[in-house]
């Protein structure tokens, strides 16, 4: 029982890194969305906005599959 409460804890340390890292990747994704937006390339900026979109439901699945190893 030890080793998968140490598995349990060790999976949502990994999990929340990746969601902080996923939080960067939003922000530095949306600047330069914002910046293609702004110098008239609205479809690179579009799919880029699709990118955040995507990181930000990858962003919760996350979420939802620590809350499930806490429980």
């Given amino acids: ?23 960067d990747l939003i922000s530095r994704v949306v600047t330069v969305a914002k910046d293609m937006e702004a110098s008239a390339f609205e479809s690179c900026a579009h799919e880029l906005f ?7 439901s990858a962003n919760r699945r996350l979420r939802r599959a620590a809350a499930d190893l806490r429980e």
Wanted: glycine content about 6%; proline content about 0%; hydrophobic content about 35%.
């Fill in 1 to 23: 029982m030890e080793n998968n409460d140490h598995k349990r804890e060790q999976g949502i340390a990994e999990i929340s890194s990746a969601g902080f890292q996923i939080d």
């Fill in 50 to 56: 699709e990118v955040e979109r995507a990181l930000i």
